[in-house]
């Protein structure tokens, strides 16, 4: 998101303005986080699921929404993007 903030300096007005470049973490919630890491660990969703507790279902949402944060297709382009 597009920040900016004015400041006066010698008689003049000046506009600063600062937008996140691509290097932005989009933000990732505990869960997905914690999804990701088994992800990059090699785990299936079912074992994911069995693992946080939560049903298949429930871990192909977040697997869907850290692709989606994360502008990947696949599992393979996840752990190329973070480094897993």
Do not use: C, Y
Request: charged share 20%; hydrophobic share 50%; glycine share 8%.
């Amino acid at each position: 998101m597009r920040e900016w903030t004015t400041f006066q300096w010698a008689g003049a007005t000046f506009a600063v303005v600062s937008e996140p470049g691509p290097e932005a973490a989009p933000a990732l919630t505990a869960a997905e986080r914690d999804v990701m890491a088994l992800v990059l660990a090699g785990k299936s969703n079912a074992a994911i699921a069995r693992h946080r507790g939560t049903s298949v279902r429930t871990v192909a949402n977040q697997v869907a929404s850290l692709f989606r944060k994360l502008k990947v297709g696949s599992r393979a382009e996840l752990a190329a993007k973070v480094g897993g």
